[in-house]
């Protein structure tokens, strides 16, 4: 690849390397429906958790080093691959080892909202970062995702069939735009709320270094 058909990171949280010459041997990354299903249970099935090791811990993996795993990830390359979750692409994608997490998710949940407000909570309720929000907004919303899942959690106890994992509150009665929606995930056993305000905008890079930041730090935050 020359100079000028380089690519450049796409954060400031993020580095890209071009490859050296292997064009067959592409990098393999989640895409954003990719990690909103592999991250979606507290306890992963063996699907979710052979496509979580596609946000490691440092550099993205190439094709063949995932498929080197074992013999069952061929087939879920495939599956995979039809259904959206993963791309191929021809540049290394890595994380700084060495991470101010709550600076870097405040500056990069912001792109996942349309009017640039969103936060991210933990399943307890605590706000862990916001943009757009005043600080009293963030712990409201956070605080209000909680209770919010828990009646959604008692209704199925009931029979109600919603998942509880996202949903959406409107002020508008024709529904066109929502006020807020909630996106709940796990990262190593660890829920988190992703709440956006106004316009969700989660066929975003962004989601996806949101998620692989949180996992970078196996769920601590640091300021070190």
Partial sequence: MTASTEQKPLTKGIAAAV????????YLMLTPEGVLYAFAE??????????QTLLPRGAALRRSEWLAQGPAYQPLLVRAQHEGW?????????HEQRLQLDSYLTHAIAGLSGSRRAAIASDQGFCLAYAGYTEREAETVSAA???YFDFVQRQRQ????????AMSFYEGIDM????ASLVLFFVDGIGYWLIIGGEPLLNNRALVEVIWSIRLTSGRYTNT
């Fill in 145 to 147: 995702a909680v209770e």
């Fill in 86 to 94: 993963v791309s191929e692409m021809a540049y290394e994608q890595k």
């Fill in 158 to 165: 009931r029979g109600f069939r919603g998942s509880g994992r």
């Fill in 42 to 51: 507290r306890e992963p099935d063996d699907t979710r958790a052979m496509l």
């Fill in 19 to 26: 490859p050296e010459d292997d064009s067959h041997d592409p």
């Fill in 176 to 179: 066109l735009m929502p006020t």
